[in-house]
């Protein structure tokens, strides 16, 4: 069994930062790219950014782009969120995505994770 783990959420005031983590466990033989995604009730979950399996490519959503970094460390199959400069329409439920290869596997399948609450006070 594949699980990703999201942790670091919470209350902020706008202007301020978060750190979010995301950490896979179980019976991996190897993780792919890793991303994050946020969703807010009655909308549909919008891609916020991404990073390749050595780390060297990353891809962000304009909204976020020179606020948010996303980064990894590969020993510990996590992928970090760090959210600065935070507006109140940065509220949502922050999710992970990863692609995970299982022991004894050769494909690739994609996992979330249960999600972790964001929210910005003005």
């Known amino acids: 069994q594949v699980q990703l783990a999201e942790s670091g959420g919470g209350l902020v005031q706008a202007g301020g930062s978060l750190r979010l983590s995301c950490a896979a466990s179980?019976?991996?033989?190897?993780?792919?790219?890793m991303a994050w995604y946020r969703q807010v009730p009655g909308n549909e979950r919008e891609f916020v950014a991404t990073?390749?399996?050595?780390?060297?490519?990353?891809n962000y959503a304009s909204s976020v782009k020179g606020r948010f970094t996303i980064s990894r460390d590969n020993a510990k199959n996590t992928v970090y969120l760090q959210m600065n400069s935070l507006k109140p329409e940065d509220t949502a439920v922050y999710y992970c995505?990863?692609?995970?290869?299982?022991?004894?596997?050769?494909?690739?399948?994609?996992?979330w994770g249960q999600g972790t609450q964001v929210t910005v006070s003005s």
């Open positions: 995505n990863a692609l995970v290869r299982k022991v004894g596997t050769i494909h690739y399948l994609r996992y």
């Open positions: 179980g019976s991996i033989s190897g993780v792919g790219d």
């Open positions: 990073t390749t399996n050595g780390g060297a490519t990353t």
